[in-house]
C-alpha cells in the first residue's frame, strides 16, 4: 500500500528588501525546517529496506521504478541485505541521470563525533534541493536492527528530522529528534545529495 505526498521542492523562506530605487528584491535565506514530497511503499522483503528507501528518495525526484529493480541494481540477493553502502549513491545518481555532475548523491561516512553537524548540514542542503536523504541505522524506535536498516530522511526543522521508515507505515512521515538519530547510527553513514 503507499500514500502519495505530491512531488515538491523544499520550501524556502524569503525576505523582501526596499532599494533605494523603490525596487523590491526577495532574497533566498536558509530555512529553518523544509519537507520534501514523496511516495512512500513498505519494503516488500525483510532485506529490502535499502531498495525501498532509495524509492523514496526518487519518488522526491518522480521516479518511481519497483522494489525488486532497484533490489537488482543493490545486489541484493538470497535475503541478503545491502553489503555496499556505496552503491545506494551510484543508483540514485545513475537512475536519476545526474552522475557527471558535481551535484549528486555522495556516500558520506563522518569522523566519530562529528556526525551531528555533519549529517544536519547535508540534510539542510539536501531537503533545500528537493532530495531526500537515505541513512543507515541500527535502531529505530525501540526496535533494534542487528545487520543495519535504512531510512529516508524527508525533513527536518529545529532539532527534529522527519523521517519515512519503510519497515512500518506507522513510522512513515514521522518527527524523531535528531539526537535520537545520530544514537541510533552506529556506522556514521549515510548518503545525501550535494556537491
Known sequence: MSTTTPPALARRGFLALGLSTGVTVALARPSSAATVGYTYQVQQTQSWCSAASSRIALSAR?????????????????????????????????????????????????????????????????????????????????????????????GYRAGEYKIADPVTSSRNGVWRDEDDIVRWNKLNRFTAYGA
Open 62 to 154: 518522480d521516479h518511481l521504478p519497483s522494489q525488486s529493480s532497484l533490489a537488482a541494481s543493490l545486489g541484493l540477493r538470497d535475503g541478503h541485505g545491502l553489503q555496499d553502502a556505496t552503491l545506494i549513491a551510484s543508483v540514485l545518481n545513475s537512475r536519476l541521470g545526474i552522475g557527471g555532475r558535481s551535484a549528486r548523491y555522495y556516500f558520506r561516512q563522518p569522523a566519530a563525533g562529528t556526525l551531528k553537524a555533519r549529517l544536519r548540514s547535508r540534510v539542510v542542503h539536501s531537503i533545500d534541493a528537493g532530495y531526500p536523504v537515505v541513512i543507515n541505522m541500527n535502531q529505530v524506535d525501540g526496535t533494534v536492527f542487528s545487520s543495519g536498516h535504512y531510512i529516508a530522511i524527508v
